[in-house]
């Protein structure tokens, strides 16, 4: 009887997790939660000084060896970032100086302000 009893909790359970799990694809993401689209994660806009590394009007990149950016916990690096409007980069040229605004989440950053120094 108790192989009986075993038997018929398994199949139970082989019938409950496939609807459990299907059920788990339909609950909405948390508020800032690394599950979401980004969307509901909070904007940040942080401030940085750095040097242009490289330009890319085509893809509308900049690449920047920026100092550490507090407001994101960021230390010193070279990153590529992508530039919310092209115009941006009229103008600026590698081995400039330049003070820039980021907008964004920690992860996907974009500038949205660019200003070479002298």
Known sequence: MSQLNSLLVALGLSLVFPALADGMNEMPPMQGSAMGNGA???SKMAHGIGTVKG???KKGTITLAHQPIKELNWPAMTMTFKVAKSEL???VTVGQHVNFT????D???VVTAISVTK
């Not at 980021?102 to 989440?105: A, E």
């Open 40 to 42: 509901e994660m909070t």
């Open 55 to 57: 330009v890319d009007t």
């Open 89 to 91: 980069l009229n103008g």
């Open 102 to 105: 980021l907008q964004g989440n």
């Open 107 to 109: 992860m996907n950053p």
